[in-house]
Structures are given as C-alpha cells and as structure tokens.
C-alpha cells in the first residue's frame, strides 16, 4: 500500500506564499485520486483540493480557489499544493490524502473518500 509525507508546512506572513509537497513510497501515485485537507484547532477536517489521476481535473474549496493550485507529478510520484496569498484562516494541519481508483479524470472532494493519509504538515500564518 501507498504510504504518503508531507512536507512543506511552516510559518509565513499574510500574503506570503508556500508550497506544500506529498510524496509517495511504496507504489505509483498514477494510479490515485489525490486530495488534500486541512484541520485547524477545534474545527472539523475540510476539503481544500482534489485532483484528478491525470491532473486534467481538480477540485479547489471556494475559500481557496484563485490563491492556491493542485499539481502532480507522476513521474517523481509526489503531489503539490502551491498556496500564495495566504489568510490567518488558511493556518490548520494539512493532510494529503489519496484513493486508489480506475477512472482517470475523476476526483473526490470528500475526506471520507481516501483510504491513505499523511502525518499532516503545519501551516502558520501570521497576521
């Protein structure tokens, strides 16, 4: 089975930009639906981006969506999430997630989807 770390977390000013990696060991990512989430303290885990095994199709939050980009890349079996223009609310754990499924061009927004999860990798975000 797929095990998945991310990286990438740490502390930025508003505005400022990260990019947060997840890669892969133990199989091909080609063959996975990719997510991410994110959970801040007292709050329920939340869709932030979902995409497609091709990357053709993504999925973005509307609270997200213009200010951050999903991309993969197969061939280094390692996902990406580029965050710019960050907000104190976007501060959380964020967690790559990933499902292994036959449809090429499908996502899932949901976290109740995937069935391999990263440790979480800590977004600060100072005001």
């Known amino acids: 089975q797929v095990q998945l770390v991310e990286s990438g977390g740490g502390w930025v000013q508003t505005g400022g930009s990260l990019r947060l990696s997840c890669a892969a060991s133990?199989?091909?990512?080609?063959?996975?639906?990719m997510g991410w989430f994110r959970q801040a303290p007292g709050k329920e885990r939340e869709s932030v981006a979902a995409?497609?095994?091709?990357?053709?199709?993504?999925y973005y939050a509307e609270s997200v969506k213009g200010r951050f980009a999903f991309s993969r890349d197969n061939a280094k079996n390692t996902v990406y999430l580029q965050m710019n223009s960050l907000k104190p609310e976007d501060a959380a754990v964020y967690y790559c997630?990933?499902?292994?499924?036959?449809?090429?061009?499908?996502?899932?927004?949901?976290?109740?989807?995937?069935?391999?999860w990263g440790q979480g990798t800590q977004v600060t975000v100072s005001s």
């Open positions: 133990g199989d091909t990512l080609d063959g996975y639906i």
């Open positions: 997630a990933g499902k292994r499924s036959v449809f090429r061009d499908v996502y899932f927004s949901s976290p109740n989807e995937y069935n391999y």
């Open positions: 995409i497609s095994r091709t990357g053709t199709n993504a």
